[in-house]
C-alpha cells in the first residue's frame, strides 16, 4: 500500500529543487559554455598615489616632491565569443585529447575486470572455513575509503625507484611510461579490490545452504557450482558492481594527480586530469566544458545500458 | 566446497576446528594461508605510511627490510608534532572537518524526507523507482562536467575559498547516496506502526518525525558516517575553489608537495592524518559498508 497525500511532495520536493540547483542547472550552463570561447586574462594597472601621514598630508622627500607608492590593480577581464561547435572539433584534432583517451579507456578497461575478477576470488576464498576469518576481514575494508588523493601519494613513496620498498625489484614504477600507467591501476586495484570482495562476500553469503546441498548431492563439481550456480545467481551483484566501477572509473583523477603528475609526459593523463587542467589552469573554460560533456555523454551511455537493471533493482 | 560453505556460515565466529589430520584440515592451513597473505599485501601500504612517518628524516632510505619500528630504526614522533604544530595544516584538519560534517548533515536534513517520500508515497506521473533512479544517475555523473561551471557561479558570486561553496557542492555529492540508501531502510521498516499513528490523527509529518524517523536512526547515522568519509576525501571541487582560506586536508597535501619538493616523512604524516578518520569510519561502519556502497543494491 502506497499513500498519495499531497504532502507528498513536502518531503520529496526540496531534494529535488537541490540537484536542480546544483546540478542539473551547472551541466546546463556548461553546454552554454561549450559553444564559447572564453578567455580570461589578468590586466594589471599601476597607479602612483602620495604617501598621506597621519594629518593627512602628503608626506614630502627631502627634494620637496610628495612620497608616492605604487597601487597595484588586478582586474580579471573574461571575454566569450559564440563559435558553434569549434570546441568540440578541437577535440577531435587535438592529440592530448587522443592520449587521453587512450590513456582512460586502458585504465577502465583493465583496472576494473581486474578488481571485479580479483574481487570475486577473494570472496570465495573468505566463504571458506578460515583461521581468524573476521579479522582479515576487517583489515580488508580498511583501503576502501582511505582518501584517493592521499593513497597517490602514499604510493608515490612506495614506487619510487631509488631507495623505496619495492626498489629491490628494479621496475620502473613511474618513470616509464607504460609502467607508470600499470602503477596507477595497481592503486586502483589495491584500492577498490576490496570494495568488489566485500560485496560478493556479502552476496555470497546470502545464497541459501540448499543451495549447495542439492548442488552436493547431484554431484556437482566445484567449477559446475562456480558457473552454474553461483554466478548465474550473483549476476545482479556483479552488474551493480561493474556499473559502480565502470562510472568511478572514468572519473580517474585524484591518484594521477598525486603519483605521477600526468606524466612521464602526458602517460597518465587521463581525460578528467586533462578537462581539469584545460579549464582550471588554462582557463580555456569552453573547451573545458566540451571536453567534459563527452565523457558527460558516455557515462549516460554507460548508464542507460544498464537503465533496465536498476529500474528492476530499485523497484 | 558444498560441505564447507555450510560449516563455514554455522561456525562464523566460533573456535577453529580440533586439528586432527585429514583432508579438510590441509585445506583449511592452505586457505588460511592464503587469507593471511592476501590480507597482509592489502595492509602493506598502510602499515608502510605509518613506518615512514615514524622516522627520522635520515632514515628514510637506509632502513632495511620491512621498517619494522623498534628493530630497524628509533621511532620519533618528530614529523608529527612538526606537522600538526603548523597553523596551515591545523587549518586544513580544521576546515576538513567543518566542510565534511556540515556537508552531510545537510544532505540528510534534504536527503532523509525524500527518502520517506519514495519509500512511503505513490508519485503518480513519474514512477518512485524512476524518481530513485534519477537520483541514483547524479551520483555518476563525472565532476569535471560540473566543476568549471560551478567555478564561474562561485566566482561570480565572490563565493571562491569559502567553506560555504565546498559545503554546497559536498551536499550534493552526497546527497543521493542518502535519498537511495535511506529509502532502501524505509522500506525496510513495518508499515503498520506508522498505520497506527495516522490512526491516531499524528499526520503525515507526525508519523514520520516520531515513529519512522527513530527507528531509521541507525542506519541514518551509519550512513552519515559513509557521507562524512566521502566529504573529506573529496579533492576536485577542493582544488578548484579553494585557494587558502578554506583548503581541506587533501589540497594542503597537494601544496606542500609542490612547495617542499619530495620529503616522504612529511608525505607520510599528510597521508595518514587524512587517511585516519575516513578509515576508522569505515571500522565503525562495518556492517554498513556494502550496502552504503552499493547504494541499498546489496544488503550487507
Known sequence: ?315 | MARSVGIARAGAGAAPPAVRWRPDSLRYAIFSLLAIVVAMIFLFPLYWALSTSLRNPIDTFTVAGLGIPWVDFEPTLDNWIDQISTAESRRAMANSTIIAICASVLALILGTPAAYALARFNFKRMPNRDITVWFLSQRVLPPVATVIPFYLVMRALGMLDTHIALILINATFVLPFVVVIVRQTFLDLPLELEEAALVDGAGHFGSFWRIALPLAMPAIAATGLIMFAFAWNEFLFAIAISSKEAITIPVHMAGGVDSRGVQFWFMAVRAMIAMIPPVLIALLAQRFIVRGLTLGAVKG
Open chain 1, 1 to 315: 500500500m502506497r499513500w498519495t497525500g499531497r504532502v507528498r511532495f513536502a518531503f520529496l520536493l526540496p531534494a529535488v529543487i537541490w540537484v536542480l540547483a546544483f546540478t542539473v542547472f551547472p551541466l546546463g550552463y556548461s553546454l552554454y559554455l561549450a559553444f564559447f570561447k572564453i578567455e580570461s586574462k589578468v590586466e594589471v594597472t599601476r597607479e602612483k598615489v602620495p604617501v598621506l601621514d597621519e594629518q593627512g598630508e602628503p608626506v614630502l622627500l627631502s627634494s620637496g616632491k610628495p612620497r608616492t607608492r605604487n597601487i597595484v590593480h588586478k582586474n580579471q577581464v573574461t571575454t566569450s565569443e559564440f563559435v558553434g561547435l569549434f570546441n568540440f572539433e578541437r577535440l577531435f584534432e587535438d592529440p592530448q585529447v587522443a592520449t587521453a583517451i587512450r590513456v582512460t579507456a586502458i585504465f577502465v578497461l583493465v583496472a576494473v575486470p581486474m578488481e571485479l575478477a580479483l574481487g570475486m576470488l577473494l570472496a570465495l576464498l573468505f566463504n571458506q572455513q578460515l583461521l581468524a576469518r573476521s579479522a582479515l576481514r576487517t583489515i580488508m575494508i580498511l583501503p576502501i575509503f582511505a582518501t584517493p588523493l592521499a593513497v597517490g601519494y602514499l604510493f608515490f613513496t612506495i614506487f619510487y625507484e631509488e631507495g623505496g620498498p619495492l626498489g629491490f625489484l628494479g621496475i620502473p614504477f613511474l618513470s616509464d611510461p607504460d609502467w607508470a600507467l600499470f602503477s596507477v591501476i595497481l592503486v586502483d586495484v589495491w584500492q577498490w579490490t576490496p570494495f568488489c570482495f566485500l560485496v560478493f562476500l556479502a552476496a555470497l553469503q546470502g545464497l541459501p545452504d540448499e543451495l549447495f546441498e542439492a548442488a552436493r548431492i547431484d554431484g556437482a563439481s566445484t567449477l559446475d557450482l562456480l558457473t552454474r550456480v553461483i554466478l548465474p545467481l550473483l549476476q545482479p551483484t556483479i552488474l551493480i558492481v561493474l556499473l559502480l566501477r565502470l562510472a568511478e572509473a572514468l572519473k580517474l583523477f585524484d591518484v594521477p594527480f598525486a603519483l605521477t603528475g600526468g606524466g612521464p609526459g602526458i602517460a597518465t593523463q587521463s581525460y578528467s586530469f586533462l578537462a581539469f587542467r584545460v579549464g582550471l589552469r588554462y582557463f580555456d573554460l569552453g573547451y573545458a566544458s566540451a571536453m567534459a560533456y563527452v565523457l558527460l555523454i558516455v557515462v549516460m551511455i554507460i548508464v542507460t545500458l544498464f537503465f533496465r537493471r536498476l529500474r528492476e533493482t530499485y523497484g
